[in-house]
């Protein structure tokens, strides 16, 4: 089992940058594929982006392609999500996934697939 923990949520203005954290427990982060999801008021909870256990593979929503970066560091359990040229439209909380995988290609966009979440963090983009 693992605990996700994310933090660096926060305001700023359309155009600007914030990166966020998802601090996993456990001894066994590298046999996890982790993935960034967002749910916006009134709206459904999304996919935004997915990097497999080695970090080799990685998938990005169309929406956020090109100026979002997911990464991972295993030696310190780990997942980052550094998000720059912030739009209004990436208001949202975002949320930390893992999935337990033997599969280093394994990335998978649908949120069913995920086993463990963490609480959350918002982030605000002004215009």
């Known amino acids: 089992q693992v605990q996700l923990v994310e933090s660096g949520g926060g305001s700023v203005q359309a155009g600007g940058s914030l990166r966020l954290s998802c601090a996993a427990s456990?001894?066994?982060?590298?046999?996890?594929?982790m993935g960034w999801f967002r749910q916006a008021p009134g709206k459904e909870r999304e996919f935004v982006s997915t990097?497999?256990?080695?970090?080799?593979?990685?998938l990005y929503a169309d929406s956020v392609k090109g100026r979002f970066t997911i990464s991972r560091d295993n030696a310190k359990n780990t997942v980052y999500l550094q998000m720059n040229s912030l739009k209004p439209e990436d208001t949202a909380v975002y949320y930390c996934?893992?999935?337990?995988?033997?599969?280093?290609?394994?990335?998978?966009?649908?949120?069913?697939?995920?086993?463990?979440w963490g609480q959350g963090t918002q982030v605000t983009v002004s215009s």
């Open positions: 996934a893992a999935a337990l995988t033997a599969s280093s290609w394994y990335i998978p966009s649908s949120d069913s697939r995920y086993d463990y």
């Open positions: 456990g001894r066994t982060f590298n046999n996890y594929v």
């Open positions: 990097i497999s256990r080695n970090g080799g593979r990685t």
